[in-house]
């Protein structure tokens, strides 16, 4: 095989999107090579006349310039086994700029791509995620744009650990944010809407106006579509369309995802996608106004927080949330903190935090008055435990007519409910049968009060929290949850010590913290907040 610039081939060309690329070893590295087809080097064999061939090698030159400032700035910056792969040299071969970049061991192929991200776990595209984002954050704080980030941009590597890491790589495209170039190529799927703007435009002062919105948030969005096929297998699905895209989208035409946006359409979260930190983070990624965008360095710190999650309040604040006004707030997160009082931590979507007390959530409309008991429907024939009912965790009762069948709704203080018909009522002991003092005064199902009766005291002593050294062999679950607990989500949530527990009659689980504080969470709270799993 031939050699190039000492770099001896080990297989042919084949064709790339920015030429040819090929496979080469150097002083027992493996290598691989990359010619680009355009621009090349002008050759002054008298076919040119002195203008083009001045004009021909100003673009070549600007070019070499821009790859290897662009090159030079990222070496700084990693090193072997890095998430971010640079060419090692960069040079001119006959009249083709070249670049020779270290062989990566382990990458999957396109062919394999689809099927492994499906077979992969949420934590491992989580790491997947973070390694991406950390990689691009890096190539940002250096003041360059990658401008061409796709699925195949972002190798998904297998390590000699055999763990899956992403790898940022292609930067033909990138640029320094000082120096836009006149033409940006890219994959038109992953554009972002700013770029596809630019793209469009041909006028040079409405180019130059454009451009000005061309910043390091593109990539942002580019890496927006990534996640959503890691934890999707696909694009988000444009929605919302207007009727001069509906008439596209009829004629078989592709929408885009950076079209729709710019054409007044919305993009739509998968359902598939039920994690409302993911979910949010997406949907930030993906706003049409690149300022709204978290930066790279945002991303990964949001990767990197815990779930967030709706707690309930605190029992003795005797009050009742109001999830449609926490989601309009841009709230997904709000957990008990006992740091001097009984106050709240709340999680907005963007990633911010605030601390609040129970006034300030009251004042801030996130509370709803509890209803209280209702009276039952005349027919059921019965009066509702309360104390039973409380015990329970369930603050309020009202009725509701769902598909036609006669039931009751039971919410709890977080504003999450559950319905139930007559029979489970029954079955349960949280209604008894036969005429009585009714429960509540309204027949309509309104509460004659404003907060519910204080929850009875427990009737027996708590079992005692197991705690074994590092969480090993924490008790088992109650027999009758058919769970399994998972011990590294418990100790990522700061618990040191958890173990099976009732309070109020309530079979659950106490969580011990390593400050001694111990909170104690029903089954379907262990669930939510994903300390276990079902079997």
């Not at 920015?18 to 493996?30: S, Y």
């Not at 090993?472 to 527990?501: L, Q, V």
């Amino acid at each position: 095989m031939p050699q190039i610039n000492g770099y001896e081939l080990t297989s042919e060309w084949k064709a790339s999107q920015c030429g040819e690329t090929a496979t080469a070893k150097k002083g027992g590295r493996k290598f691989f090579l990359k010619k680009y087809q355009t621009p090349v080097a002008p050759i002054d064999n008298g076919t040119l006349d002195a203008r083009t061939f001045a004009h021909n090698r100003e673009l070549f030159e600007h070019f070499l310039k821009t790859r290897k400032t662009v090159n030079s700035k990222i070496r700084t910056i990693t090193g072997a086994g890095g998430n971010i792969i640079i060419p090692d040299a960069e040079f001119v071969y006959e009249n083709h700029y070249m670049e020779a970049a270290e062989f990566v061991d382990g990458v999957v192929s396109e062919e394999e791509l689809e099927g492994v991200l499906a077979s992969l776990s949420v934590d491992v595209k989580k790491l997947l995620m973070q390694t991406a984002a950390g990689a691009l954050s890096s190539v940002h704080k250096l003041g360059i744009v990658h401008s061409d980030l796709k699925l195949k941009n972002v190798l998904l590597v297998r390590n000699a650990a055999g763990n899956y890491v992403a790898k940022l790589i292609d930067f033909d495209s990138s640029y320094p944010l000082d120096d836009k170039p006149d033409e940006i190529v890219g994959d038109i799927n992953y554009y972002s809407p700013e770029l596809g703007a630019y793209a469009d435009v041909e006028d040079d002062d409405e180019r130059a106006e454009a451009g000005k919105k061309l910043t390091a948030k593109s990539d942002i969005f580019s890496l927006g579509l990534i996640f959503h096929i890691y934890l999707s297998g696909k694009m988000p699905e444009p929605a919302n369309l207007t009727d001069r895209l509906k008439k596209r989208k009829e004629k078989g035409k592709k929408i885009y995802c950076w079209a729709a946006l710019n054409g007044g359409a919305t993009l739509a979260v998968d359902p598939s996608i039920t994690s409302i930190k993911y979910r949010s983070l997406i949907e930030d990624m993906l706003n049409i106004d690149p300022e709204k965008r978290p930066s790279a360095i945002d991303v990964l710190k949001r990767l990197r927080e815990e779930e967030a999650c709706i707690e309930e309040p605190w029992p003795e604040h005797e009050i009742m949330l109001d999830s449609e006004e926490l989601s309009a707030a841009g709230i997904i997160g709000l957990k008990k903190i006992s740091d001097g009082g009984k106050v709240y931590g709340l999680t907005y979507k963007d990633g911010k935090k605030k601390t609040v007390t129970k006034e300030e959530l009251e004042s801030m409309g996130m509370l709803r008055a509890i209803a209280g008991f209702c009276t039952p429907w005349e027919e059921d024939g019965f009066t509702f435990d309360e104390e039973r009912i409380r015990s329970r965790g369930f603050v309020s009762v009202s009725r509701k007519v769902m598909g036609g069948i006669k039931g009751y709704k039971f919410f709890r203080p977080d504003s999450t409910s559950t319905f139930f018909k007559k029979e489970m009522l029954l079955a349960m002991k949280y209604a008894i049968p036969g005429s009585g003092k009714p429960s509540g005064s309204s027949p309509s199902g309104a509460s004659p009060a404003p907060k519910p009766a204080p929850a009875p005291a427990p009737k027996e002593e708590p079992k005692p929290v197991k705690r074994e050294e590092g969480m090993a062999g924490a008790s088992e679950p109650w027999p009758e949850h058919a769970i399994e607990f998972d011990p590294e989500a418990i100790r990522a949530k700061g618990y040191t010590a958890f173990g099976r527990d009732t309070m109020g009659g309530v079979k659950g689980y106490s969580f011990v913290r390593k400050d001694g504080t111990k909170q104690f969470l029903r089954v379907e709270m262990v669930l939510i907040q994903k300390l276990a799993r079902k079997l």
